[in-house]
């Protein structure tokens, strides 16, 4: 008997998977050659699933940035924002977000994690009503019951839902906060944010959204799904991370909220932490700085994203409702999804295994995520493994490629 | 009274199971929800909606820390609707 015995349900499942080649929990990159390379036991790897939407981790002015932050003010805070963890640059990051999104207040956690947790922990407490997207990220549902709120879900993505559950709860006393995301991270559909807001607004209460996958992504200014669906008026909160587009670590709540600041001494996950090291928060805000002047990073990344889905459709693979920097290829079966992603990789291509409880209705996924830095080629490449493996499984039918 | 009421709840915890399942299920209150009917936890929260809308009640996620059986579920949901 031992104290981790209680887990021993997943051991099956996961021997099963390691049996069949590599282990998607625990891959290890020998190196990582660009924001879109890797070397995996000695193989060369296109990386199609590293959420690096807009390809910045290697960015000559961020990583000068954070090379000089670091020899400037040391390799980390060694302390809490609330204590002595707050530097010039955390500050300046904060005012930058507040800027971007043309918010009054922004305050910055250490991961994004940590900024649903310390966000949504923070805004609701007991006899309060959390209202979550059913297919909501784990973040958030660790962060409902950090809270002691009310939890209600929401059938994913249906703002009728919301409105009968939230006529449901009545004239109950407590305050309402519905949290939607703006991209999901697994199939990456995107939020009715428009119907939402209407809805908030009809039945009352507080919205907010986590742009974690959007960010970057969507909207004219890549400010996100709010930006890009013209409600950021009807939005109250929203969080995001460093650790996409921004190419670093970390995450941020934005709001115009009064008693913003009240947030840095009531949030757990924002106070009991050490901050983030000045290296990163020195990259973060000059990633910020490229999202904001650099339009045709969206521009390819969109390209990109097209590229990938509209292929992998045109094949005949199942894949999400629309293009999307995130791609899901649905497979039949776990055993199938884990057979193509070894094959994928041993053909060169990264990309996340997704499968239960992880993933939504319980489906297994072969999970990509493209970058504004991919090439038109590399797309290309992976779109001829897809289709080799593809009639090699017996997923899409057998036929004579067309010569040129 | 009361335990017709219990009956009719379990009957509709059941017709939510199968429906979040998709498959037949045989319960009694003293069905152990995660053993009995190998659901998980996801799978729980899901027939916790279905049976929201077959009873047009919130029942908050919360308050599903103390249910174990199926008649734990069913007297949660006694307990709300009395309250509602």
């Known amino acids: 008997m031992g104290l981790l015995d209680k887990h021993l349900g997943y051991r099956a499942p996961l021997d099963a998977i390691r049996a069949v080649g590599a282990d998607p929990s625990n891959v290890r990159f020998d190196a990582i050659l660009s924001p879109t390379e890797g070397v995996l036991n000695g193989k060369p790897v296109i990386l199609l699933g590293t959420n690096n939407y807009l390809g910045l981790t290697f960015d000559p002015a961020s990583i000068e940035a954070s090379a000089a932050a670091v020899r400037e003010w040391g390799t980390g805070t060694t302390g809490s924002r609330?204590?002595?963890g707050t530097f010039t640059g955390h500050a300046a990051l904060e005012a930058a977000l507040a800027k971007f999104y043309g918010r009054k207040h922004a305050m910055v956690f250490t991961t994004g994690y940590q900024a649903?947790?310390?966000?949504?922990?923070?805004?609701?407490?007991r006899g309060d009503h959390l209202i979550l997207d059913a297919?909501?990220?784990a973040s958030i549902y660790d962060a409902a019951k950090l809270s002691g709120a009310e939890v209600i879900r929401f059938r994913h993505n249906d703002p009728e839902d919301l409105y009968k559950r939230l006529r449901r709860l009545g004239d109950a006393p407590g305050e309402r906060l519905i949290v939607v995301e703006g991209i999901y991270s697994m199939i990456g559909d995107v939020a009715p944010l428009k119907e939402f807001v209407d809805v908030k607004r009809e039945m009352g209460g507080y919205l907010l959204v986590d742009e974690a996958h959007s960010m970057g992504v969507l909207g004219e200014k890549g400010r996100g799904l709010a930006e890009a669906a013209g409600v950021e008026d009807g939005v109250d909160f929203i969080v995001g991370t460093f650790s996409k587009s921004l190419g670093s670590v970390g995450g941020f709540l934005v709001s115009?909220?009064?008693n913003f600041d009240l947030l840095r001494i009531v949030s757990r996950p924002y106070m009991f932490t050490a901050s983030l090291p000045p290296a990163v928060i020195a990259s973060t805000l000059s990633a910020?700085?490229?999202l904001e002047e650099d339009a045709s990073l969206r521009t390819r990344l969109s390209a990109n994203a097209d590229r990938l889905y509209e292929g992998l459709r045109d094949m005949g693979y199942s894949v999400g409702p629309h293009a999307s920097p995130i791609t899901a290829v649905e497979m039949p079966d776990q055993a199938t999804a884990v057979g193509m992603w070894n094959a994928l990789l041993q053909n060169g291509v990264y990309l996340n295994l997704a499968i239960p409880p992880a993933?939504?209705?319980n489906k297994s996924l072969l999970r990509s995520s493209v970058s504004a830095a991919h090439t038109p080629e590399q797309i290309d490449a992976v779109l001829n493994v897809f289709e080799t493996l593809g009639q090699a499984f017996g997923l899409l039918p057998a036929r004579r490629r067309a010569r040129a | 009274m009361a335990e017709v009421a219990t009956d009719l709840t379990v009957r509709e915890v059941a017709k939510a199971a199968e429906t979040v399942l998709g498959r037949p299920?045989?319960?009694t209150p003293a069905t152990d929800i995660a053993r009995d009917l190998a659901v998980d936890s996801l799978a729980l929260m899901n027939i916790v909606m279905?049976?929201?809308?077959?009873?047009d009640l919130s029942i908050p996620l919360d308050r599903l820390a103390t249910v174990q059986t199926v008649g734990d579920l069913s007297d949660l949901i006694n307990t709300l609707r009395v309250k509602a």
Do not use: Y
């Open chain 1, 82 to 84: 609330f204590a002595n």
């Open chain 1, 116 to 125: 649903n947790l310390g966000s949504i922990s923070g805004l609701v407490g």
């Open chain 1, 135 to 137: 297919d909501s990220h």
């Open chain 1, 256 to 258: 115009d909220e009064e």
């Open chain 1, 288 to 290: 910020l700085t490229r």
């Open chain 1, 359 to 361: 993933t939504p209705e």
């Open chain 2, 25 to 27: 299920v045989q319960v």
């Open chain 2, 50 to 55: 279905e049976l929201e809308d077959r009873f």
